[in-house]
């Protein structure tokens, strides 16, 4: 079975403060995707990732950045947190690219909260 | 624009069939998806119909699609207590690569 696993379940962080999120899939997976999950919005792409070393921007990347230096590996980096970056964060992995029959395999989550 | 709407939260009693609606404005869409999200965890895929196709039927499980109305339903028979969770619809197109999720609907089950 895929695994994605989500360094953390629960963070609480600072206004300002730097906030590393890792992400790791088990399945050799070329592409991974950063969401976050907010009540009544649903999953909005934050940034995603093709290959090493490679990174897109998703519909939400102001505030973030990413990094993913091995294939299995992808973090999201929030360098100076806000409040209203307060969220489940999602990570997901996908054998082939979205929009072409591409399962994807999420973790179970980050939840955020900066204080 | 892209865009996946779809109710917000459902009630149904134990044993009875829900019916879980969601509507996208693409109609370029290639697939179409029906994710779960039980609490505490992440989105697992549950189905999905290719847009070529009406509907799709998997154990108690079946999915319809109206090109013409560009919709999208989920019934699920004989509903249970472990069917609660978040029900996410999703599309994806290949001129995007990538897939738009809708707000999800939150299925509780009375008894």
């Known amino acids: 079975d895929v695994k994605v696993t989500q360094s953390s379940r629960y963070l609480v962080k600072r206004t300002g403060e730097k906030v590393f999120l890792e992400c790791v899939q088990d399945?050799?997976?070329?592409?991974m995707f950063w969401y976050r999950q907010d009540p009544g919005l649903g999953l909005r792409l934050i940034y995603f990732?093709?290959?090493?070393?490679?990174?897109e921007k998703g519909d939400i990347p102001e505030g973030y950045s990413v990094s993913r230096e091995k294939k299995e590996r992808f973090s999201l980096i929030l360098e100076s947190a806000s409040t209203n970056q307060t969220s489940m964060y999602l990570c997901?992995?996908?054998?082939?690219?979205?929009?072409?029959?591409?399962?994807?395999?999420f973790g179970e989550g980050s939840r955020l909260t900066v204080l | 624009g892209e865009d996946v709407e779809q109710s917000l939260f459902l009630s149904v009693r134990e044993g009875d069939s829900s019916v879980i609606n969601c509507t996208y404005t693409?109609?370029?869409?290639?697939?179409l998806y029906w994710y779960k999200q039980e609490p505490g965890a992440g989105l697992q895929l549950l189905t999905y119909i290719f847009s070529n196709m009406d509907m799709k039927q998997d154990q108690r499980l079946t999915v319809l699609l109206n090109k013409k109305d560009k919709h999208l339903s989920l019934r699920i028979a004989d509903t249970q207590t472990g069917d609660s969770a978040i029900y996410f619809c999703?599309?994806?197109?290949?001129?995007?690569?990538?897939?738009?999720f809708g707000s999800g609907t939150r299925l509780s089950i009375r008894p």
């Open positions: 399945m050799d997976h070329e592409n």
């Open positions: 990732s093709y290959d090493v070393k490679m990174k």
């Open positions: 693409d109609s370029s869409s290639t697939y």
């Open positions: 997901a992995s996908s054998l082939i690219r979205q929009g072409i029959d591409g399962e994807l395999f």
């Open positions: 999703a599309e994806s197109y290949s001129s995007a690569s990538k897939i738009i």
